[in-house]
């Protein structure tokens, strides 16, 4: 199993510009969620899927837009990027966290916007 | 969530035991323990959770005391590789779809 992966791994985007970062995981997870981690800060939720073709907002969504149409994968896309948004994205996906299963975590994609 | 309570940092010399204290003395009956790392530049990483006795696995051992207000993280034999940010996390069992909330975690340098 791969697990969960991110594409890219870096990026550097002007002002202004829009990208999508892929999230796939391969265990079948009904969830996935999309944090940032900004440094000195811990993570934050963007936003989060319970399943395929449902999505909701997080702790920080301003800017940001996401998909599930497949269950194994979730995109989250910046449709006018701000230099506040660079920052590395984590993908995580689990298991129904009602029933405390644990998260697993992407390698992280660095973004840079200038 | 309750909140917990982490040292900043922590050394430990490699091969030795690295017990990593976390407070959490507000945690009530349904939540969990959860314990996380997040080596340098990587996705955090789940390592063990429990909700009142003790846990053990390949990773590490989680010890809660009995009040439940406070656990401790045994790394029984620090290498290298061990060094990172470890996270203590309480969380409930009925928070579909809520994030885990990390703070700012201790880090645990391990050196030869």
């Known amino acids: 199993n791969a697990g969960v992966t991110q594409t890219p791994k870096f990026r550097v985007l002007k002002t202004g510009q829009s990208m999508t970062l892929l999230c796939a995981q391969d265990?079948?997870?009904?969830?996935m969620y999309w944090y940032r981690q900004d440094p000195g800060m811990g993570l934050r939720l963007i936003h989060y899927?319970?399943?395929?073709?449902?999505?909701a907002k997080g702790e920080v969504p301003d800017g940001y837009n996401v998909s599930r149409l497949k269950k194994q994968n979730f995109l989250l896309g910046l449709e006018s990027a701000a230099p506040s948004q660079t920052s590395v994205y984590f993908c995580?996906?689990?298991?129904?966290?009602?029933?405390?299963?644990?998260?697993?975590f992407g390698p992280g994609t660095r973004l840079t916007v200038t | 969530d309750a909140k917990t309570t982490q040292p900043t940092s922590m050394d430990c010399a490699e091969g030795r035991a690295a017990n990593l204290p976390c407070n959490h003395s507000?945690?009530?009956?349904?939540?969990?323990v959860y314990w996380y790392r997040q080596i340098h530049s990587q996705g955090p990483q789940y390592i063990i959770h429990?909700?009142?006795n003790n846990e053990t696995n390949e990773m590490a051992s989680l010890i809660i005391t009995e009040d439940r207000k406070s656990s401790t993280l045994i790394l029984p034999h620090a290498t290298l590789r061990d060094t990172a940010v470890y996270y203590c996390?309480?969380?409930?069992?009925?928070?579909?779809?809520?994030?885990?909330?990390f703070g700012k975690g201790t880090t645990l340098s391990v050196s030869s």
């Open positions: 995580a996906s689990s298991r129904d966290p009602r029933s405390v299963y644990e998260q697993y």
């Open positions: 265990m079948n997870h009904e969830y």
């Open positions: 899927s319970v399943g395929e073709g449902t999505t």
């Open positions: 507000t945690i009530s009956g349904n939540e969990y």
């Open positions: 429990g909700l009142k």
């Open positions: 996390i309480v969380r409930s069992a009925n928070q579909a779809g809520t994030a885990l909330i």
